[in-house]
T-cell receptor, first 113, second 108 residues
């Protein structure tokens, strides 16, 4: 019962480097989400995918891109990392619309220096 | 813009005490969820409340959804160190919005 699996757990990047955060869920959920969590700011939605083949911007999409690779996998890419992207990133999944609640991964702690 | 205000932001109490934390909004939600997040982990869903006035119990935790479906409370009876964590509420209408959380610390 893995739920939502995120990799890597920790990452340090230099300004300008790129990387992709990986997320996979094994619950056959239709919807997947990427959030960032910062002190004092709470959870903020970056991008979401309501169903396989669709993606939409959330509250803070600038500097990020996403790919819904298949029903299980939803990746988040930083093309040119900036210090402002230092954060903890969470992937989540849900049945359509999230009415029954979200299942979150354990997070990726990203530091951009 | 829909907002969920959680209070208090921080709470530190002794083991065995009772406490209540609040989640308030000016918006009506079709459902409201409560999560607990421990350090280094993602939030874990505790409960979803759907009907105005609904009360749900999870062992020593009691969740209530306001009659107007704009607010909710979480009451913990006889708090234990294992209750320590960040408690998040999330309101859902056409989208889900999260409050910033109440950080609870139970002292042994």
């Amino acid at each position: 019962n893995a739920g939502v699996t995120q990799t890597p757990k920790f990452q340090v990047l230099k300004t300008g480097q790129s990387m992709t955060l990986q997320c996979a869920q094994d619950m056959n959920h239709n919807s997947m989400y990427w959030y960032r969590q910062d002190p004092g700011m709470g959870l903020r939605l970056i991008y979401y995918s309501a169903s396989e083949g669709t993606t939409d911007k959330g509250e803070v999409p600038n500097g990020y891109n996403v790919s819904r690779l298949n029903k299980r996998e939803f990746s988040l890419r930083l093309e040119s990392a900036a210090p402002s992207q230092t954060s903890v990133y969470f992937c989540a999944s849900s049945e359509s619309g999230g009415f029954g609640g979200y299942t979150f991964g354990s997070g990726t702690r990203l530091t951009v220096v | 813009t829909q907002l969920l205000e959680q209070s208090p932001q921080f709470l530190s109490i002794q083991e065995g005490e009772n406490l209540t934390v609040y989640c308030n909004s000016s918006s009506v939600f079709s459902s409201l969820q409560w999560y607990r997040q421990e350090p280094g982990e993602g939030p874990v869903l505790l409960v979803t409340v759907v009907t105005g006035g609904e009360v749900k119990k999870l062992k020593r935790l009691t969740f209530q959804f306001g009659d107007a479906r704009k607010d909710s409370s979480l009451h913990i009876t006889a708090a234990q160190p294992g209750d320590t964590g960040l408690y998040l509420c999330a309101g859902q209408d056409d989208k889900i919005i999260f409050g910033k959380g109440t950080r609870l610390h139970i002292l042994p």
